[in-house]
């Protein structure tokens, strides 16, 4: 069984903050858990506004609390998202994230992350990244 803390994984390396200054992730499962799919809890900051395209993974996005709104670009489609809403990027979506308020979310990635993955210039991740290792 794997058991995880929250706060406490926030104080390692599991914490990832992204250079751009829009999210933090801390991740709770990661693909050397075995899992089949790596499992986050993310925080988007007030005002961030984000262009993201998952090229390889699909992720699924539950908001635990805040405000804000997803667009996917391919029909200029806004939806907003409040606490309690599920969305899924089941088609590697391209994407606007906006925070009107700081928001807390869970998030699903398949395949899982490695760890260290922080979203490349195409607001992608990389299928390869370094692990983080307990």
Known sequence: MIVRQLQEA???DRRIVSPDGN????????KGDNMGYSFHITTIYKGADFRLHYQKHL??????????EVETLADGKKYPI??????NL??????????????????????PLHGTEVHNAEGSYELEA?????
């Not at 999210?23 to 990661?30: I, P, V």
């Open 10 to 12: 926030e104080k390692t």
């Open 130 to 134: 370094e692990a983080i290792h307990d």
């Open 23 to 30: 999210w933090e992730s801390t991740r709770l499962l990661l």
């Open 90 to 111: 089941d088609q590697n979506d391209e994407h606007m994230l906006r925070a009107f308020e700081e928001m807390q979310m869970a998030c699903v990635f398949n395949p």
């Open 82 to 87: 409040t606490p309690g809403m599920l969305y």
């Open 59 to 68: 992720e699924s996005v539950y908001c635990i609390s805040g405000k804000g």
